[in-house]
T-cell receptor, first 116, second 115 residues
Framework: GAVVSQHPSWVICKSGTSVKIECRSL??????MFWYRQFPKQSLMLMAT?????????EQGVEKDKFLINHASLTLSTLTVTSAHPEDSSFYIC????????????FGAGTRLSVL | SQKIEQNSEALNIQEGKTATLTCNYT??????LQWYRQDPGRGPVFLLL?????KEKRKERLKVTFDTTLKQSLFHITASQPADSATYLC??????????????FGTGTQLKVEL
């Protein structure tokens, strides 16, 4: 498996501010990480695929200038929600591919973002 | 369009009984299907992966079946316990070329096991 640490677990911010969420792979080097968003009672929606050393690949409808992803090392990917607004309030979760079976994903504990 | 459907209504069962959850998909032929467990306010946890050439897979009290003709997977928890209460998600790689690693998740079924 893989151990993924995500911080912070909960953040409250004012509208217009930017928030950075960190996702760390603790026990192996993750060339690929995934960022999801989940609204209450809904499924996980893939936002982007983060690739170490290159630009992230964003899913259709996700604004790359609003959700900045940086994957500068094999153990850390960050998601920055820029100029956050109340509609960005959601549960953000990162994951990495499994070390053995790549199809399996291992998730962080998630970050609850509340924008006032 | 490609779609994954799970029972949106919560499933309440009595402790000790077998819980059966359903995952149906359309317009796709996945090479494998996965099941995850998600507790409130937490990220999903991988449970089982079943490949297209496997009819059934077991892990302790869990059993997954995969019928590629019906485009359906069933997830069973035998001798259910209150600790099994959670939301269970099925997931497929629905990238057009297949063989990728981008998962599409169903909406999940919330299971509640009562004493």
């Amino acid at each position: 498996g893989a151990v993924v640490s995500q911080h912070p677990s909960w953040v409250i911010c004012k509208s217009g501010t930017s928030v950075k969420i960190e996702c760390r792979s603790l026990d192996f080097q993750a060339t690929t990480m995934f960022w999801y968003r989940q609204f209450p009672k809904q499924s996980l929606m893939l936002m982007a695929t983060s690739n170490e050393g290159s630009k992230a690949t964003y899913e259709q409808g996700v604004e790359k200038d609003k959700f900045l992803i940086n994957h500068a090392s094999l153990t850390l990917s960050t998601l920055t929600v820029t100029s956050a607004h109340p509609e960005d309030s959601s549960f953000y979760i990162c994951s990495t591919e499994g070390q053995g079976v790549k199809n399996i994903q291992y998730f962080g504990a998630g970050t609850r973002l509340s924008v006032l | 369009s490609q779609k994954i459907e799970q029972n949106s209504e919560a499933l309440n069962i009595q402790e000790g009984k077998t819980a059966t959850l359903t995952c149906n998909y359309t317009n796709y032929s996945p090479a494998y299907l996965q099941w995850y467990r998600q507790d409130p306010g937490r990220g999903p946890v991988f449970l089982l992966l079943i490949r297209e050439n496997e009819k059934e897979k077991r892990k302790e009290r869990l059993k997954v079946t995969f019928d590629t003709t019906l485009k359906q997977s069933l997830f069973h928890i035998t001798a259910s316990q209150p600790a099994d209460s959670a939301t269970y998600l099925c997931a497929l790689d629905m990238s057009p070329a297949g063989g990728g690693n981008k998962l599409t998740f169903g909406t999940g079924t919330q299971l509640k096991v009562e004493l």
